[in-house]
């Protein structure tokens, strides 16, 4: 096998995004936290998201979209921060449920 070849099936595999679909209470706490901060505030700067792990997690599970130092939901991220049936009702923030149901 060449180098080549060995790269390609490499960049596939690191690519590829997971089959089964992720839901929000799969999610860790903290990437729960920049998912409603994105869908609540919009793009954010990358100081002003509130943990950089749960943006991390958000970007390899393909929630996130990253450029030039901002950050902002993809489609499937605005799919799953929108499904207000799934955000808490005892969540701290009530503009994430109201921006949600409207």
Do not use: C
């Not at 590829?16 to 839901?23: A, N, R, V, Y």
């Not at 954010?44 to 393909?62: A, P």
Request: charged share 25%; net charge positive.
């Amino acid at each position: 096998m060449s180098a080549r070849n060995s790269f390609r099936r490499l960049w596939r595999w690191l690519t590829t995004k997971p089959s089964k679909p992720i839901e929000f209470n799969d999610l860790p706490g903290n990437a729960q936290e920049v998912l409603g901060q994105l869908f609540v505030s919009g793009p954010q700067w990358d100081g002003y998201i509130v943990s950089k792990s749960g943006r991390d997690f958000l970007h390899e599970n393909g929630l996130i979209e990253r450029g030039f130092g901002w950050q902002w939901l993809s489609r499937s991220g605005v799919k799953m921060a929108s499904n207000y049936k799934s955000i808490p009702a005892t969540w701290f923030d009530g503009r994430w449920r109201k921006k949600a149901i409207t």
